[in-house]
Structure formats: structure tokens, C-alpha cells
């Protein structure tokens, strides 16, 4: 009796576009497929992930889902138990370091392929933005090929194993379907998208809101890239390539966290600079994390990050540099913590790599250009209405305090119901002179 395939889904949720799992399909063996959630998610965390596998199982026939912040010992067992012959999985930078210590194993055969990048495409370890840029426009292939039928071992009594995961009844569009509306609806946008002339602050998202289904590979990179390519492509003049400035972005975060098992953080990371950023989860860091600092845009930005999972890239930007170079100097990977809570779209490599760029630890260098908590949102939102939906103790504030209401006199206070350092609090610090103080520690450091 020929011994069966587990494969192993974890950031790769499809079966279009899953390298590995075409060649499981090719071989014409039985596949067990699984999932192990094995980590903590949030509420709009867990809900995204059970649409997904909920799409996934239908469209493979069978999933069997454990829970269990030990995979790979989930794998072992279920090797020995049910004589698996071969583990198939895609490599992936989130788990690739624990692969190398932990999947290898004589007791089966060990399936990989890169499943759910464009790193296929590239020879080494690119260099920079610029290089990783050539390789994915010459030579990024064509490989889209879906697996239509998989022949799927059913067991009973894999539900009767310790760890499994029942999956809770999912009503509503399938979020492969919704990424691909999305798609459609903001293809006509690719050719003027700048993304940094989009607002942080806009009631409306102004950027395609494709990546959290990037993110846990429910449409696969490469299948939106062609897309791209056979839809707009055609029409992009050189300096209409933001979108796909955008994805290569990506891809090169992923590739370095390929090389560097400490790429999610500083501790032997060889990419990051090693500053003296505080590691305390102080009342600083806490006003910070649950938007309480008394700065109303970044308030309004941490508040919706809770409430909705999400907030646009610019906004990611302000808030990490408030937090590290620019205020509070606390170090990259709190704040790196935090969005790997809440974010509804969570990117090992490239929340790491983003939080490097924006603390200036790595591949960022003008550590000197530091946003305004107040002067960056008022650029694209002069009025406040995204303060005034996301901190509406603030709504009735005029025009000209609601950046800074606690330059508003007191009767102005008084009248918009909202008193600063009673039922909305004072800043944390004094925003010119934490950054002063900040760049002048940046500068020694950067000396050295």
C-alpha cells in the first residue's frame, strides 16, 4: 500500500498558484491535508483565518485542522501514526529557520518548493530594492497552474486526534472571492496609483486592501502579478509601476527573512543596526498601544488598528516612527508585537522588515526625517473627520484644535464636552522635544 502525503498548509490557503501541492498532486499519491493553527490570533484574526480554510477544505474536499503551539510535533505524530511517507509543505520565511532544525527527519520523504513568493526568481539574496526589482520584471515565471482534483486520504480517526480543531460553521462570501472583487474594482487605479500620495487618514481606503489575502495566501502572489500583467500591464508607462513597486516590496522582505533566521529581530539580525532603543512596556508604550497619548491622529490610528485590523501603510509609518525615533524611543520590535497581534493582514517578514525601515535600524537611513504627529494627517485631512469617527470623545472639536485640542482654551473645552487631562488625556510628551532629543541619540549612534 503506497504510504500517504501530509501536506502541511500554513501562509499558502489556495490550491491555485501552491507549487508544492501541485507536485503532490502530479505524484498521484493520497494526501492527508492539514492546518495547524499555532499561534494566538485576534477576533478579526480568527475570523479571516476560518474563511479561508473553510474556502480551503471546499475546494480540496477534506482539510483536518489541529491547534497546537508545538507544530512539528503534530507532524511527528501523525507521521508515525498514520505512516507518512512524505511531508509537503511550501517554504515559508515565518517558519523556514524552525524547518531546518525540526522537519528534516529520515522517517519520510521532505516535499518543499517556494509556493507562495516570487523568490523563485532570484539566485541570491538580493542586494537591494533596485535589484530584487530587475530580477521579478525579466524574469518572474508563469507558474499559475491550479490543482483541479487531489486524490484526499480520509481517515475517522483523524478527528478523533489530540489537537484537533473543529471548524466553526463560516457563512459569507469566500474571501478568495472577495479578494478578487476587490481586484477588479481597483484594476482601473493601478495606472495613477502613487502610493505616497494616498491618505492615511481617508474615511475610505484609497489602496486595493489586497494584502491581508496575500497574507495568508488565498490568492498567491504570483497569480496577482499576473493578473497585472495581462490586465494593465500593457498600459503602465515606466513611472505607473507603484502597484508592482508594491509586491516586490514584499517579495524583498521575504527574501532576506529567508537568509536570516533573527530577521523579527535585532538580537544577531544581520541586517539591523543595534540600537539602544528601551525594551519597557511602560505607561508610555501602553498609551501608545491602546491609543491614549494625547495625540488625537495617532490615537485615532492605534484605535482603528484595534477595532478594525487594519490601517493604511502611511499611517503604519507615523504611528512606528511616534513610538521608536520620533517620541517614545521604545524599540522596533514592541511595536513589531503589537501589529502581529492586531493586524488582520500579520507578515512575519514584512511587519519585521517595515518596523526595521521606520525605526532606521535597517535599510532606511534619513533617520532624521521624523513625521509630525500633528502636521502629517492634517495634509490629507484638514478637518479631522478620521479623528472625529475614530476618537469621538473629540468630535465637537473645532476645526483648528482637533490636532491639538489641548491648546484650546478652556471654555472651547467646556463647549465641546471633552476636557483635556480629564475625559481625554494630555500628551505623553512634548512632541519637539522628544524629537530633538531622539535625532541628537540617532546621530551618536550612527557615528559609532
Known amino acids: 500500500m503506497t504510504q500517504p502525503t501530509l501536506f502541511w498548509f500554513r501562509n499558502d490557503l489556495r490550491v491555485k498558484d501552491n507549487a508544492t501541492l501541485k507536485q503532490v ?9 492539514i492546518h495547524i493553527l499555532d499561534r494566538k490570533l485576534s477576533k478579526l484574526q480568527m475570523s479571516l483565518q476560518i474563511a479561508c480554510l473553510t474556502s480551503l477544505r471546499e475546494s480540496l474536499g477534506e ?12 507532524i511527528r505524530r501523525l507521521v508515525h501514526k498514520y505512516q507518512i511517507g512524505t511531508v509537503a509543505c511550501n517554504h515559508d520565511p515565518e517558519y523556514h529557520a524552525r524547518d531546518q532544525e525540526h522537519l528534516v527527519d529520515d522517517s519520510y520523504q521532505l516535499m518543499q518548493a517556494k509556493g507562495n513568493d516570487l523568490s523563485a526568481v532570484w539566485h541570491e539574496p538580493p542586494g537591494s530594492y533596485t535589484t530584487a526589482r530587475k530580477w521579478v520584471l525579466s524574469e518572474v515565471e508563469d507558474a499559475v497552474a491550479g490543482v483541479q482534483t487531489l486524490q484526499i486520504h480520509r481517515d475517522d480517526a483523524l478527528y478523533q486526534e489530540r489537537h484537533y480543531y473543529p471548524l466553526p460553521e463560516h457563512e459569507g462570501k469566500h474571501p478568495r472571492q472577495q479578494a478578487w472583487k476587490r481586484f477588479r474594482k481597483f484594476r482601473s487605479h493601478i495606472p495613477g496609483f502613487q502610493k505616497p500620495d494616498t491618505a492615511p487618514n481617508a474615511l475610505e481606503p484609497e489602496t486595493s486592501v489586497l494584502s ?38 514584499r517579495e524583498y522582505y521575504r527574501m ?44 485615532a490610528c492605534m484605535r482603528q488598528l484595534r477595532r478594525e485590523g487594519w490601517i493604511h501603510h502611511l499611517a503604519r ?26 493586524l488582520i493582514d500579520r507578515d512575519y517578514a514584512i511587519n519585521a522588515g517595515n518596523w526595521m525601515w521606520v525605526s532606521a535600524s535597517a535599510f532606511f537611513h534619513q533617520y532624521y526625517r521624523i513625521y509630525s504627529p500633528i502636521a502629517f494627517g492634517k495634509k490629507t485631512d484638514p478637518s479631522g473627520e478620521y479623528i472625529r469617527k475614530y476618537v469621538p470623545i473629540l468630535a465637537n472639536y473645532p476645526d483648528k484644535y482637533i490636532y491639538q485640542p489641548w491648546e484650546a482654551p478652556l471654555k472651547v473645552q467646556q463647549e465641546a464636552g471633552c476636557i483635556i487631562g480629564e475625559d481625554y488625556p494630555a500628551p505623553i510628551v512634548d512632541h519637539a522635544q522628544a524629537s530633538k532629543r531622539n535625532l541628537k541619540r540617532l546621530k551618536s549612534a550612527n557615528q559609532k
Open 25 to 33: 498532486h502530479d505524484s498521484d499519491i493520497p494526501c492527508i491535508p
Open 63 to 74: 482539510l483536518y485542522v489541529f491547534q497546537s503551539n508545538k507544530p512539528y510535533s503534530v
Open 212 to 249: 491581508r489575502y496575500l497574507a495568508r495566501g488565498c490568492i498567491g502572489v504570483r497569480e496577482l502579478w499576473h493578473k497585472v500583467h495581462a490586465d494593465v500591464e500593457a498600459t503602465l508607462a515606466d513611472d505607473q509601476r507603484s502597484f508592482l513597486g508594491q509586491l516586490i516590496w
Open 256 to 299: 532576506l527573512a529567508y537568509q536570516d533566521p533573527n530577521f523579527h529581530q535585532q538580537e544577531g539580525n544581520r541586517y539591523s543596526k543595534q540600537l539602544d532603543y528601551g525594551y519597557e512596556r511602560d505607561d508610555h508604550f501602553r498609551a501608545w498601544k491602546y491609543g491614549k497619548t494625547g495625540y488625537p491622529f495617532v490615537d
Open 317 to 342: 509609518h507615523m504611528v512606528a516612527c511616534f513610538l521608536t525615533r520620533g517620541d517614545l524611543y521604545l524599540h522596533w520590535e514592541l511595536g513589531e508585537e503589537v501589529f502581529d497581534q492586531w
